[in-house]
T-cell receptor
Framework: EAQVTQNPRYLITVTGKKLTVTCSQN?????MSWYRQDPGLGLRQIYY???????DKGDVPEGYKVSRKEKRNFPLILESPSPNQTSLYFCASSFGDRSSYEQYFGPGTRLTVT | GENVEQHPSTLSVQEGDSAVIKCTYS??????FPWYKQELGKGPQLIID?????GEKKDQRIAVTLNKTAKHFSLHITETQPEDSAVYFC???????????FGKGTTLSVSS
């Protein structure tokens, strides 16, 4: 089944404790992206990657890191989480070219930082 | 940069009625306008999209219209059903759909 998977789905942590949220897709997509969703603010892009070893900042990158060592994986790293990073996070992927623009989203990771 | 405004933020309709959600965008370079549906506890899912060389697109009960001159686009759902209840997001972007800016969402409630 074609899908984007994220782990963990739920995470409660404390301020300053490094964490990683994994994202994997099995559709051979070139493009991958991370969004955060907050009430009343919609979806905001954190980082994106057009291909392996190519990453770029989105609209709200502060406090986050990403890496793209393999085509299928795009982990999101919070080196020192803070309470304002409490949010619902989505990973998405697409072909990223004119063949298809559709972005496929994962099921989300709900993060709480206390 | 691009800015997308979406209205209304909440919409309640009776089953069988039509629902319309409107979005405006600011960047005239945007050429791709998708609509996503997000059900409770799930990630957004594309329901329909339109590119700038088309003024209208329809898929069964769902249609999207685009007015590039006025920089606005709308989602139309006819004969609404309770399963249409969800949060709907519009977005605008370019570069093969990768650089998407989303609206803040509309919570649609369809009562039977």
């Amino acid at each position: 089944e074609a899908q984007v998977t994220q782990n963990p789905r739920y995470l409660i942590t404390v301020t300053g404790k490094k964490l990683t949220v994994t994202c994997s897709q099995n559709m051979n997509h070139e493009y991958m992206s991370w969004y955060r969703q907050d009430p009343g603010l919609g979806l905001r892009q954190i980082y994106y990657s057009m291909n392996v070893e190519v990453t770029d900042k989105g609209d709200v990158p502060e406090g986050y890191k990403v890496s793209r060592k393999e085509k299928r994986n795009f982990p999101l790293i919070l080196e020192s989480p803070s309470p304002n990073q409490t949010s619902l996070y989505f990973c998405a992927s697409s072909f990223g070219d004119r063949s298809s623009y559709e972005q496929y989203f994962g099921p989300g990771t709900r993060l709480t930082v206390t | 940069g691009e800015n997308v405004e979406q209205h209304p933020s909440t919409l309640s309709v009776q089953e069988g009625d039509s629902a319309v959600i409107k979005c405006t965008y600011s960047d005239s370079a945007s050429n791709y306008f998708p609509w996503y549906k997000q059900e409770l506890g799930k990630g957004p899912q594309l329901i329909i999209d339109i590119r700038s060389n088309v003024g209208e697109k329809k898929d069964q009960r769902i249609a999207v219209t685009l007015n590039k001159t006025a920089k606005h686009f709308s989602l139309h759902i006819t004969e609404t059903q309770p399963e249409d209840s969800a949060v709907y997001f519009c977005a605008a972007g370019s570069e093969a759909g990768t650089a998407l800016i989303f609206g803040k969402g509309t919570t649609l409630s369809v009562s039977s």
